[in-house]
Nanobody
């Protein structure tokens, strides 16, 4: 069965940058949408960014202009580049292929 493995989560200072990676065990060439979600402590899991097979992207308002999702179909990889990080970005970040494929998550902590 398809598996997604995230990596790149870390402790980073406010204003810093971090790039998350997600590797799929199967081809993602024909995956219409791929997405990143996050879940902060005590909060619900919400979409951060998504990208379709044509490269069209959308973002949560809270990260618009700071985060960028991209995909490399040849490498079966999806990335989330995060810039100007804020403490409120602290969360577990999950890679997702609709409708039901999820990674295990990777922790991002933004703190001084």
């Amino acid at each position: 069965q398809v598996q997604l493995v995230e990596s790149g989560g870390d402790l980073v200072q406010p204003g810093g940058s971090l790039t998350l990676s997600c590797k799929s065990s199967r081809s993602i060439t024909n995956s219409f949408d791929m997405a990143w979600y996050r879940q902060a402590p005590g909060k619900e899991r919400n979409m951060v960014a998504r990208i379709n097979s044509g490269g069209s992207t959308s973002y949560a308002e809270s990260v618009q202009g700071r985060f960028a999702i991209s995909r490399d179909n040849a490498k079966n990889m999806v990335y989330l580049a995060m810039n100007s990080l804020k403490p409120e970005d602290t969360a577990v970040y999950y890679c997702h292929i609709p409708p039901h494929i999820w990674g295990q998550g990777t922790q991002v902590t933004v703190s001084s």
